[in-house]
């Protein structure tokens, strides 16, 4: 069986310096960082910000389009309401009750 090495607490290495530094400068420690992720996220999202504004300018160019041409010229006006009346009166005039049958020995005839 093998021994582990005995490395006493605080021995030093090569970013011993460094860390002694960041200790006394927190900059170093946290704002650095906290810029960096700063101006990395500001990018990124500026990036991800214009992607959503082509993708929506691309689609109102489409419906652009169809209005160029004129296909919406003997089209009438959608108004909900009148959509729900309608299908209200079609809805009572046009059903019949209908048994279906039941599956044998169920008890009901």
């Given at each position: 069986?093998?021994?582990?090495?005995?490395?006493?607490y605080?021995?030093?290495?090569?970013?011993?310096?460094?860390?002694?530094?960041?200790?006394?400068?927190?900059?170093?420690?946290?704002?650095l960082?906290?810029?960096?992720?700063?101006?990395?996220?500001?990018?990124?999202?500026?990036?991800?910000?214009?992607?959503?504004?082509?993708?929506?300018?691309?689609r109102?160019?489409?419906?652009?389009?169809?209005?160029?041409l004129?296909?919406?010229?003997?089209?009438?006006?959608?108004?909900?309401?009148?959509?729900?009346?309608?299908?209200?009166?079609?809805?009572?005039?046009?059903?019949?009750?209908?048994?279906?049958?039941?599956?044998?020995?169920?008890?009901?005839?």
């Amino acid at each position: 069986m093998g021994t582990f090495q005995n490395k006493p607490y605080g021995q030093q290495n090569v970013f011993s310096p460094l860390a002694a530094q960041a200790k006394k400068k927190p900059f170093l420690y946290f704002g650095l960082p906290f810029l960096g992720i700063m101006v990395a996220g500001s990018f990124g999202l500026a990036q991800l910000t214009q992607t959503k504004f082509d993708h929506r300018d691309r689609r109102h160019t489409k419906v652009a389009k169809e209005d160029a041409l004129g296909m919406d010229k003997n089209r009438r006006k959608l108004s909900l309401q009148e959509e729900y009346f309608r299908l209200q009166a079609d809805a009572d005039d046009e059903w019949e009750q209908v048994r279906i049958q039941r599956p044998p020995g169920s008890g009901e005839k």
